[in-house]
């Protein structure tokens, strides 16, 4: 009886894997897959050297030279020196113009803070349509550029168009009829004040909102079951969470109040007089009246220095009291 023979298979031969790569091979790939990314982002370095840092080397070499007019023109500037700060330090002038500097700052930011504050406290006890209508209110303010917000503001004080004269004047009170608002420099100080403060205050509001929106509420719950007010809960609970977004919007203020510029100068020129002129609209004025140029350049280094010293002195004191709570 024939017997059936299985068919035999071919022996299997073991799977070959790919030889590696030469590790010499996978450098030059990894390297520049490392630099990738700095290539990309070197164009936006580039622009922001050329459009910040180069203004303000240019900026402190024009202040220790001779550089009017006819340098403008020549390009032959010659060093002086600290020549241009002696002269900016000997004039009387320059320190009214810095005391005025301060006050105006201080005056803003103290008006910003607390109204800014009192707004974020009130958007946040407000139900989802009142906060709606605050939110977009403050949103379309803040969005307002800063030239057209200044036209408007020197037409409603305008002595024989604006509507504060004719507001005025329709309660009974006749001697504000045809008033110069800007002939006086104690009026022109507050309209500025009002309009840096209108122009301020929604975006400190928007930002301590969303922060007051991070507090949990557990906490204000046990500050009321421990019998605590609203005076309490804010100085215990509130301000203590906010300080590193309070500290935030304080530093931002500072800066903005202090360099405060086309404002003055689109609304008063610094008039009338010296009254609203700070420390930017005197190194225009420095600038462009006389052609001098250096100490234009030199009285703006020395609005730099100064705002930065502010600025280092708040954050040592705050960052002080940290020190001293933990």
Known sequence: ?????????????????????????????????GLWPYALIAPAIGGMLYLLVYPLVRAVLISFQDFRLRQLISGDAEFVGLRNYRTLLADPRFWEVVRRTFLFMAVNVVLIMVIATLVALMVERLRRAGRAVVLCSLVLAWAMPVVAATTVFQWLFHSEFGIVNWALTSLGLDSFERYPWFANGTAAFAILVTLIVWQSVPFAAITLYSALTTVPLELYESARLDGAGAGRIFRSVTFPMLRPIFLLVFSLEVIWTFKAFVQIWVMTRGGPGDATTILPVYAVQTALSSQRYDLGSAASMITVVLMSGVLVLYFRQMFRQEDETR
């Open 1 to 33: 009886m024939p017997v059936a023979v299985e068919p035999t298979s071919a022996p299997r031969t073991p799977r070959q894997r790919p030889a590696p790569r030469p590790a010499a091979s996978l450098k030059p790939i990894g390297r520049a897959h």
